[in-house]
């Protein structure tokens, strides 16, 4: 049976501060480059020049992917993964290799990619139906069934700029996947929709696959991809370094060291801060009960977690959180100024915060923090994922000479016991 994709030496080179290709230039571009030319020239001839710098996003990226197979592409930010997506689903060009995609391809890259924005709900629908090939009877076929997947019903007839990000995923995904694609594409939106939405993204995702149609899915949560991917294509700095079974190659992701400087880790230049993020946060500092920074701690003993401003922010109300995921992407707790009292931060610049944890409830494993910052009363501005990776280790927990394991779980608490006869 021939591969559903087959992908072969595939590179993509972008030049880091390389002006556009002037042969395609719109009007508004080509008054601003008339304007800016002569201060250009003044730079070039006072020695100051942009530099260029050349970037492979992907590099000889090689595999197949047969029909009916959900595929994982896992890999940390700037990997290359969503550049992939984007070659697959023909946004992007190849800078050599060669891809060949064997049946219709529906895809879901960014909230709100192949929406108009003036367009209401229903008449994206149609757009997006057409654009995947679909007669005006089969989209009206489907219909129905769009929207109710969606949950958009009330707001069919408003312009989806006025769409929140949940609605706008929601929907996306709904055309995306009931268009009946023989190959289906979805990067990591799907952390715009609640759990239910995701559980049920998930089911759809699930039923595609067992149509004997193919699947690629992008996501850092590896319990997400070990549920539902039959494989994983693992990216590293643009290349592919494993291609195989879900086990083995997200142990190979999550055991790389991710703690080169220890417990004090500068977030000014972050590659997994999420795009689109405003920079807010400056430095995460991870320290022991003795107020060391580490990224090695021990079971049951008091910890801290330092943010610092960057000295570029402006805002000076600000609200903070720390999450820790385990190995597999899964939170497993998040600890917020807005959910504590302890600390008042609606008054006055703040440039520096410390969350303490009087103990550490975890077993022996590899786990990672997840920092969030933004104005007081608003949506998280920055978000880094996997700000820092951390290992604990055994300790004597229980006060009684028995070490804990990871197999019990992944926290630990104390119990007290009650026998009667």
């Known amino acids: 049976m021939a591969a559903a994709i087959s992908v072969e030496n595939l590179s993509k080179l972008y030049h880091l501060g390389r002006r556009r290709d002037s042969s395609y230039r719109t009007l508004r571009e080509a008054i601003v480059d008339g304007v800016a030319a002569p201060w250009r020239r003044l730079r070039q001839s006072s020695g100051e020049v942009a530099s260029e710098e050349a970037h492979w996003a992907l590099k000889d990226v090689s595999f197949e992917i047969q029909p009916g197979e959900v595929v994982g592409i896992i890999g940390r930010n700037g990997a290359g993964k969503s550049t992939l997506l984007k070659i697959l689903s023909r946004i992007t060009q190849p800078h050599s290799g060669r891809v060949e995609l064997r049946g219709r391809v529906g895809s879901l890259l960014e909230v709100g990619v192949g929406f108009h924005h003036e367009l209401s709900g229903r008449e994206n629908i149609y757009l997006n139906g057409a654009i995947f090939g679909m007669s005006r009877r089969e989209i009206a076929r489907k219909f129905d069934a769009i929207v109710d997947f969606a949950e958009v019903g009330p707001f069919l007839d408003t312009p989806v700029k006025r769409y929140s990000s949940g609605m706008y995923v929601r929907l996306a995904f709904a055309v995306a996947s009931h268009m009946e694609p023989e190959i289906l594409l979805v990067d990591e939106v799907l952390a715009f929709g609640d759990a239910a939405f995701q559980k049920k993204c ?166 990672c923090l997840t920092v969030n910052s933004g104005p007081l009363h608003a949506a998280w501005a920055d978000m880094i994922d996997q700000a820092l990776w951390f290992d604990v280790e055994a300790s004597d927990f229980y006060g009684n000479g028995r070490l804990p394991n990871p197999d019990w779980g992944r926290y630990l608490v104390r119990s007290r016991w009650e026998a009667t006869e």
């Open 202 to 367: 998930l089911g759809k995702m699930d039923e595609v696959s067992r149509t004997g149609r193919t699947v690629v899915f992008v996501s850092h949560n590896m319990a997400t991809i070990l549920n539902l991917c039959s494989k994983v294509v693992l990216l590293e700095r643009g290349r592919s370094i494993f291609e195989g079974e879900c086990d083995e190659g997200i142990g190979l992701y999550t055991n790389s060291d991710r703690s080169p400087s220890g417990g004090d880790v500068n977030l000014s230049d972050h590659p997994n801060r999420r795009v689109g993020s405003d920079p807010i946060l400056g430095r995460l500092r991870l320290l022991n009960s003795l107020g060391q920074s580490t990224h090695r701690l021990i079971c049951g003993e008091a910890v801290s977690v330092e943010l610092t401003v960057d000295p570029r922010c402006k805002v000076a109300s600000l609200q903070f959180a720390v999450g820790i995921d385990d190995n597999l992407g899964c939170r497993l707790v998040t600890a917020a100024t807005y959910l504590s009292d302890s600390v008042s931060i609606s008054t006055g610049p703040v440039r520096r915060v410390v969350c303490y944890l009087d103990q550490l409830p975890l077993t022996p494993g590899r786990y």
